[in-house]
């Protein structure tokens, strides 16, 4: 009898892990709705104050807020890959939602991006699959007379999330982890730490027309990805068809590296995907670009700086269009609107 018993418990245990391992995560309750146009005093009220920003994907406790993001991203959050990496519909990039979810109880952010997918699939009926296909990258690469890197006196540590917020600075939760960003509106500056990426400031310089970065404790790989997201931004956006920098120097360590873009060359890249410069029919670049703002434009807009080519040129290196075997996520189905809440 207790031998059966034995084996009776042990059959059930068997089971409930099974059906716990088949199961897929999900949110507890979940709201999906259209984002509103965006709000630029709330946006400026969140650059001067700190704290959470009114757009991207913020998870405290167990309360994750998704605002402003087009699909596209929000497959990013969901399956950790980058834009470059998800095949699909155009119109992917162009509508966007705010989601508010709650966790189960017991649940860490670390669930997050599965409970993402499973109501991604629910409601906007995703399907998708894993492939791996030629794609088009701008490699990285050292250039003909070696690199020319300062290596970095200190290391990047990762960013601590529970952490307070000081005063200016907000945070945001990216695909690959927190990130945390300081904006000085009044000198047109932001600092961004990426973690054990690195960090990225940037500066505008109107006296001559251009804007300084600086990056340091950055590792070739966080530099590619910082200059991907960097040219994005200047571009207008993940729709603007940027094409991801992906690494092949195979230098490896931590480097601090500074040099100056010409706003002229900012304002052909926004201009060429479209996007209105006010005062000057095309717009100021980097909506999602803190600190950007609206550039006010001299006279004469060409100006001190060199190009984004010159400048990885200056640190011994190079970007070159090759393509790249690159693990895709192929979208097989989507819907436009979701399911009712």
Partial sequence: MRQSLTKLTLALAISA????????????????????????????????????MPV????????????????????????????YQISGPDWMSSTRFDIVARLPEGSTKDDAPRMLQSLLEDRFKLAAHHASAEHPV????????????????DKPVAIDDSAPLKPGEMKMDGPDGPVRAKVDIASGSSVVDMGLKGKMSYKLNLANQSMHIDFSMTTMGGFADMLTQLMTQMSGGPSAGVRQIVDMTGIKGNYDASFEISLAEIMAMARANGIAIPGRGPAAPGAGAPGAGDIPQASDPGGGGSSVNDAVQSMGLKLESRKAMVDQLVVDHLEKTPTDN
């Fill in 17 to 52: 892990i099974a059906a716990f391992a088949q199961s897929k995560p999900s949110f507890e309750v979940a709201t999906i709705k259209p984002s509103p146009p965006m709000d630029p005093a709330k946006m400026m009220a969140a650059l001067q104050g700190g704290g959470k």
């Fill in 56 to 83: 991207g994907a913020n998870i405290e406790g167990l309360r994750a807020e998704y605002l402003y993001l087009d699909l596209k991203t929000l497959i990013t959050y969901a399956y950790g890959v980058k834009p």
């Fill in 138 to 153: 701008l490699a990285l690469l050292v250039g003909k007379n070696g690199p020319k890197l300062k290596a970095s006196a």
